[in-house]
C-alpha cells in the first residue's frame, strides 16, 4: 500500500469509518470515495442539505486517488487545488474538475473560458458554464495574500468564489489569516520596531483591535506579479478609511470582510465608482461572490516523528478549540445574513462536523491535500489545546 492510499486511509479512521485488513485492501473501494460516502451518510443523519465537496490536493487527481468520474456518478463535487501553473489547470479541467482553487484566478478564468469556446459535448459544457473559481486567499498571486485589497482584486476579476483562512482571536472574533500566527514575511509592525520569529504574534492571544492597530501585512514575497501598490485597491482604501484602520493592508476580521462586499457593491452602483464603465459588473460580482472559509486547526492526531518542512510553523494548536471556532464562524454568518453565501472548508474534520450537525444547510468541504497533517481521532473537544 503506498503512502497516498495510506493517508486517505487515516481520514477515513478521521470520520470513524475504519481501516480495511491488508487482505481487504486488494479489493477495497476508493479511499476517496469511501471518505465522502461516509461523510455524506453522516451529514445527512443531521439534515444537510448539500452532499460534502471533495476538495484534494491536486496532483492526486492524477494518480487515480481521486476518481473524479465515479465520485461524480455518486453526486460528489470534487474542487481541487492549489495551482496556477496553465498546464495543469487545463489538465484538471480536461480530468473532470467541478472549479479550483488558484493563487491566479485571472489565468484560471481565461482558460476557463477558452476550454468553454471548444467544448464539443453538452455535459462538458454545462460543467464549465457551472465552474467554481476560487481565488486562493483572494488572489495570492496577485496581491498579498487574506487582505482587502486581495478580495477587491477577486471581486474585480467577477470570479465565483473568495477562498479564505480563519483564526479565532482572544476576543472571539473570527480573524481572517492563513497561520495561527501574523506571518512576519508577511506582516510588520506599523510602528517599524523589529517583528520576527522570535517574537510573531499568535491570533489567540492578542485582541482583534490591537492586531488592526499594530500590524501591516503588505509584503510581497509571493511573486513578481503580486503587487501593494495602494491606488491598485481604492475600494480597499476608502474601505479602510472609513473604518479607522491604519491601511488597507490591516488585518481584517471575517465580519470585515463580508461588509466589505456590500461596501464594495455601493461604491460601484452609487458611489465613486458608479459612473466608470465596469461598475455593473462589479455590482454583480459583489451580489453573487461566495466565500469558502477554512477553519485553521490542525488535526489532533499526528505521527510520532512529525516534523514540519518550515521551521516557524507549531506542531500543535495555538488556537480555539473546535466548537469555539464553529461558534464564531458561524455567529458571524448569520448575523450578516451570509449563510446562502459560504461553505465551510478544513483538513480538521471536527469543525466540519460541527457544521454539518448545528448548521446543515451550509456547505462542507473536505480537504485532503496536505501530507504533513494527518488526522484527529473523532472526539471534539471544547478546550483549546496549546
Known sequence: MNRTIVVLNLLIVGLGIGVPSP???????????????????????????????????????????????????EGFRVLPGTTSDEKELRALIKA????????????????????????????????LERFDIQ???????????????????ALDLGISTIELDTGVTSDKVSSVWHDQFLNPRSCRRVD??????????????????????DFICDKTYFSPEQKNDRSLSPVAAAFSKQQGMPDPYSPVSLDQVFRFVRFYEEYYSSGQGSRRPEAGPRVSSAQRIRFDIETKLIPDFLPKDFSHPTPVYRTTNHTAAPLDFVEVILKTIRSN???????IESFDFRTLRLIEETAPEIPTYYLTGNRQ??????AISDRPTK
Request: aromatic letters at 6%.
Open 96 to 127: 473532470g474538475a467541478d472549479g479550483m482553487i488558484t493563487d491566479r484566478p485571472d489565468v484560471l478564468k481565461r482558460i476557463v473560458a477558452e476550454e468553454l469556446s471548444i467544448a464539443s459535448d453538452v455535459d462538458t459544457k454545462a460543467r
Open 192 to 213: 517599524g520596531s523589529q517583528y520576527g520569529k522570535e517574537n510573531q504574534v499568535y491570533f489567540y492571544d492578542v485582541q482583534m483591535a490591537d492586531l488592526q492597530k
Open 135 to 153: 481565488g486562493h486567499r483572494g488572489a495570492r498571486g496577485l496581491r498579498p495574500e487574506n487582505t482587502l485589497p486581495a478580495y477587491e482584486q
Open 373 to 378: 497533517l494527518f488526522p484527529q481521532p473523532s
Open 23 to 73: 487482505a481487504q485492501t486488494a479489493t477495497q473501494e476508493n479511499p476517496s470515495l469511501v471518505l465522502m460516502r461516509e461523510a455524506w451518510k453522516r451529514a445527512s443523519v443531521h439534515g444537510a442539505t448539500h452532499r460534502p465537496v471533495l476538495s484534494p490536493n491536486y496532483p492526486d487527481v492524477f494518480t487515480g486517488l481521486v476518481p473524479i468520474e465515479e465520485l461524480h456518478r
Open 337 to 343: 445574513k451570509m449563510e446562502s453565501r459560504c461553505e
